[in-house]
């Protein structure tokens, strides 16, 4: 799952650039994160294109040099839920892409046809006949999707909730700094 | 609107148009009627177009570009067509014109993304390249903003909810009062900011799944979730205080309610059970309502008629539209009619047609307007009716077009003619004073 082996190495060497992590996981083991590396002296999160199978997009958190513990768990909370979004998503899509040509398929054997046409061309059921799919797909994912939906709510609220605590206390860090500058002129 | 076909040849196209294409949110681009170039090996080439309020795509299938008038609209496409419109990509969005006179400033140049899926397992190593340049720095520029929060904030939909409110202010039966009426209508459109803002917020994963929504702000990661709450809090809290204490305390709390009912109870119910259409449609209802009591300071039989009226427009607005959705809301978890219980979706749709005719008809009753709002509307009314009609019988995507096509210019159109009808003043207060006047005369014969 996580993707910080780089970061890890940069920080254990002292390194002054930018530190990077990123939970993100096309799944299947097939990579171990986005192969895109930030610019060294960039300190901001990076956003990448909508992920092929989840359809959301991952972000390349920005690890500052003087983490507090606050800002660290606001940080691994949301790699956390990047990740589980991520893998909900990807098996949702990828089962919703399989039943649907299982659908297809089984329809189409029905008629006796078979599911390419002469030029090789998949043939395609109409809308009114996927329907029924439709409709028995979501009947048998609505308690998974209820679940996700509960757990969904509850991360967003306690990252937007950390969210603006980090961003209080950056403020009145960065205010204070201010009056002792001011003090000292 | 017709747009003339460029040469296809590469040396004409080295640098040669502007094509003014994307129009974000409420930011409008100039557009410029004809445009003259010069080719590199000298030749004139013209071309021009009208760019009202649709998107021009350019699209490249094996090197050759074409334009589409029409926007691919996602919602309609069938989902198994798939083997043309996948290796079709959405390359170009500005293509800056290289002519001695008119040179374009490094900003725009910097605009030029190529927004295609690369899909494209053929040729790895530029598709990975390509992949690396989508990546953005997640920072907010101050000069994108404006267009992020007016589409955070739905603006467009915000200005349809703002209009309704008018409409009901302005039927209202008291004299028109403008510093009420603008603050009722900046109070609403606040309100509705908010309400859609946090919406949004709410669906981030949701809205990535989904064609129609998946180049939402938030999902972009144009903007974060803290901006986007603070964002919605300073939208509703004073919008609601600019109802409360600007208008009256009636017109605040049904603001307050409304935020309530879309974000808590419509947003989350739209995957839970199929009666959040109903709820929807209340909140589509409420708008109007909210104009008349802003008006009269009262809740009267007339405000309740046109929250009825736009109660009822909602059902075939929103059945029809998705109708073509289906896919997309099974895939993401969405319980909607359409999906699980689709006879019932076109039934309902064609019970609220009808009911509309029924419902312009007490307007006269309850002496909002005059006789002629009723005779007057029904061809209208009997039209939606009649592709209302349509759609419960077809079920299938061109009637479901048709239907809300309809419903986009039937809803204004109503509205107008309503308003045209209203019953005047002078006439109320006519009979009004004829009335009291014999009952006055009467009394004075009783005193000595």
Request: positive net charge; aromatic residues 10%; hydrophobic residues 40%.
């Amino acid at each position: 799952m996580a993707a910080v082996g780089a970061a890890r190495a940069l920080r254990a060497g002292g390194c002054r650039y930018s530190r990077f992590s990123s939970s993100f996981s096309s799944g299947g083991g097939e990579r171990a994160g986005p192969r895109f590396r930030p610019p060294a002296g960039s300190r901001r999160d990076w956003i990448g294109p909508p992920d092929k199978r989840s359809n959301l997009r991952p972000v390349i958190f920005h690890v500052p040099p003087h983490e507090s513990p606050l800002e660290r768990r606001l940080r691994e909370l949301r790699e956390e839920t990047q990740a589980w979004n991520q893998s909900f998503w990807a098996r949702q899509n990828t089962a919703f892409q399989r039943e649907k040509e299982e659908f297809i398929y089984s329809r189409l054997k029905a008629r006796g046809l078979e599911a390419r046409d002469e030029t090789g061309q998949k043939v395609t059921l109409s809308a009114e006949e996927m329907a029924d799919f439709y409709k028995d797909f979501l009947r048998k994912n609505f308690r998974k999707h209820m679940r996700y939906n509960r757990d969904w709510y509850k991360r967003n609220f306690t990252i937007t909730f950390l969210m603006g605590q980090v961003a209080l206390v950056r403020a009145l860090r960065w205010l204070r700094w201010r009056s002792t500058n001011a003090g000292n002129q | 609107m017709s747009a003339a076909r460029c040469c296809g040849s590469p040396q004409a196209l080295a640098g040669i148009f502007v094509w003014h294409l994307k129009k974000t949110g409420i930011r409008q681009v100039p557009c410029q009627f004809v445009h003259l170039c010069r080719a590199p090996d000298g030749r004139l080439i013209t071309f021009q177009y009208f760019n009202f309020l649709r998107r021009m795509y350019v699209t490249q299938y094996n090197k050759d570009l074409s334009q589409r008038v029409k926007p691919k609209s996602d919602s309609v496409v069938s989902p198994f067509r798939e083997s043309q419109l996948d290796q079709e990509r959405k390359v170009i969005h500005k293509i800056t014109p290289v002519s001695p006179v008119h040179h374009p400033p490094l900003s725009e140049l910097r605009e030029i993304k190529p927004a295609a899926e690369t899909g494209d397992p053929a040729r790895p190593p530029t598709a990975e390249s390509k992949e690396e340049r989508q990546w953005r720095e997640m920072k907010l520029r101050l000069d994108d903003l404006p267009g992020i929060l007016a589409r955070l904030s739905k603006i467009k939909l915000t200005a349809l909810v703002v209009s309704t409110a008018s409409a009901g202010f302005a039927m209202a039966p008291v004299p028109f009062d403008l510093p009420c009426f603008l603050l009722a209508s900046l109070g609403t459109g606040l309100a509705s900011c908010a309400a859609n803002s946090i919406n949004q917020f709410f669906e981030v994963p949701f809205d990535s799944n989904m064609n129609r929504t998946k180049n939402r702000p938030l999902v972009r990661g144009q903007i974060s979730p803290l901006l986007a709450v603070c964002f919605a809090a300073s939208c509703g809290v004073p919008g609601i205080a600019l109802l409360t204490m600007g208008v009256n305390p009636l017109t605040g709390a049904l603001g307050a309610f409304n935020i309530f009912l879309y974000t808590c109870c419509y947003t989350p119910m739209k995957r839970m059970s199929i009666a959040n259409t109903w709820v929807g449609a209340v909140v589509g209802a409420i708008p109007p309502v909210m104009g008349w009591t802003a008006a009269t300071g009262s809740l009267d039989a007339g405000a309740l008629l046109l929250g009825g009226i736009l109660y009822s427009w909602q059902f075939p607005h929103f059945n029809a539209l998705s109708w073509g959705l289906r896919e997309d809301y099974s895939r993401g978890g969405y319980c909607m009619m359409s999906v699980t219980h689709p006879e019932l979706c076109r039934r309902v749709a064609l019970r609220h047609c009808v009911a509309l005719i029924g419902l312009c008809t007490v307007a006269p009753i309850l002496d909002i307007t005059t006789w002629t709002f009723p005779i007057i509307s029904l061809p209208l009314n009997l039209y939606i009716s009649y592709l209302g009609f349509r759609f419960y019988r077809d079920a299938d995507r061109s009637s479901s077009r048709k239907l809300f096509f309809c419903s986009l210019w039937h809803l204004p159109l109503l509205l107008l003619v309503m308003f045209s009808c209203k019953k005047s003043l002078l006439e109320k207060e006519e009979k009004g004073d004829a009335l009291s006047g014999s009952h006055g005369r009467a009394v004075e014969i009783r005193l000595p």
